[in-house]
């Protein structure tokens, strides 16, 4: 199987796994007994511990293997979610989450390393950027498939079923990999695991296109807060039922993004244009979201600001890999998500002290959307306002 082909399949799988959690993550929380606030500390404490594992996992990666590297994350991914199920309060959520957030660094990284020089060996470079907009298109789909699935399930079996069905997915997801991803995406010589820090870290010091990007990813966060605000602002709205007649459109709109990416033509200039614009789509359809009434219009603007978010992310991806040497792509991949991640634990440390003044429930929603949404905006204009010329 083609590289970018098993990539994409294996995108796939992770997108449905994840969407079986999707409708049902915050109504599950608060069926426990959480509140919004408390949700946004346990996702405090996953970023964090992501932050904190980024670094020895894309070091790891590639020193060791970025294949394992993959196929331990969604191995860990499987545990995570099938234990969530057993959760019963903040302490036991907060502890399966940070599982799943060791998962996730272990993928981080590792994954986009693996196709870029997969294609590489093949002489296949200059479709990267198709290759993670098709990737995201799968991913997206899946997440689709999987948040109407959950929201079915959830109906009528509960949320634990969804919790489980998502764990045995990412277990699947593993034995796929297994299957379709070789050895073709390791370095092309490797280096200690001490060098390749060095070398990634100082890339990230005097590359103006990599601090450029890094900030990007950091502004990005200011879209977390739609995140764990939808299916609270929806299901007042819609029922626990109709979470899925939400999330089929916006997930749908996601995946039209990456099939857009897919036919954008040209160099660098592309994602130098595309990610300040994406970034301001994605921060207006969150400012505005919240402040419609009804069901038609909010919806409108979510899948506006989903739009926005489908075109970051494969364009973030494209646009770092053709910055960053091979013997140092997945350490650098961790090395850049554990500066964002880190600027996610405070994105999300101000939206739990937001929600204390205003009420950390679902009439809190609004409020916080328009103040991440705006801020969103801002900064998107002025990373358009800085970014490198050449």
């Known amino acids: 199987m083609r590289p970018a082909t098993a990539y994409a399949l294996f995108h796939g799988l992770l997108g449905l796994a994840c969407g079986f959690s999707a409708t049902i993550y915050s109504p599950f929380l608060m069926s426990l007994g959480l509140d919004i606030g408390q949700i946004a500390l346990i996702n ?17 990666a590639d020193g060791k293997s970025r294949l394992w590297s993959v196929r331990v994350g969604a191995l860990l991914l499987a545990l995570s979610f099938t234990l969530y199920a057993t959760s019963t309060g903040f302490w036991t959520a907060a502890l399966w989450e940070g599982l799943g957030g060791v998962g996730i660094a272990f993928l981080s990284g590792a994954k986009q390393a693996w196709l870029t020089d997969a294609l590489k060996r093949r002489g296949e470079e200059k479709t990267l950027r198709r290759a993670f907009g ?51 995406g390791e370095p092309e010589h490797r280096v200690t695991e001490r060098q390749a820090m060095r070398d990634g870290m100082a890339a990230m010091r005097t590359n103006r296109h990599l601090l450029w990007a890094a900030a990007a990813s950091i502004i990005a966060g200011l879209v ?36 857009v990416v897919r036919r954008f033509r040209g160099g660098a200039a592309v994602e130098k244009i595309g990610l300040p614009v994406a970034l301001i789509v994605a ?36 646009f770092t890999q053709a910055h960053v040497e091979s013997h140092y792509r997945a350490t650098y991949g961790s090395l850049q998500s554990l500066v964002s991640r880190a600027g996610y634990v405070v994105i999300l440390g101000g939206l739990w002290v937001l929600t204390r003044s205003t009420g950390a429930n679902a009439a809190a929603v609004p409020a916080v959307w328009l103040v991440s949404g705006s801020l969103l905006v801002a900064a998107a204009l002025t990373l358009w306002l800085f970014r490198p010329n050449r």
């Open 283 to 318: 921060g207006l359809g969150l400012a505005i979201s919240g402040l419609l009434p009804g069901i038609i219009l909010p919806l409108a603007c979510a899948m506006f600001h989903e739009f926005g978010r489908g075109i970051f992310t494969p364009l973030i991806d494209a």
């Open 224 to 259: 977390l807060p739609y995140n764990y605000g939808w299916s609270p602002f929806f299901q007042e709205r819609i029922g626990t039922a109709g979470l899925g007649w939400i999330w089929a459109p916006t997930y749908a709109t996601l995946a039209f993004a990456g099939l």
């Open 134 to 184: 098709t990737a995201a298109a799968m991913d997206m789909s899946g997440m689709l498939v999987g948040g109407v699935m959950s929201a079915w399930l959830a109906s009528r079996l509960g949320f634990k079923a969804c919790w489980l069905a998502g764990g045995m997915t990412f277990g699947f997801a593993f034995l796929v990999s297994l299957v379709t991803l070789r050895n073709e």
């Open 44 to 60: 405090v404490a996953f970023f964090g511990v992501i932050t904190l594992m980024e670094l020895p996992t894309g070091l790891w």
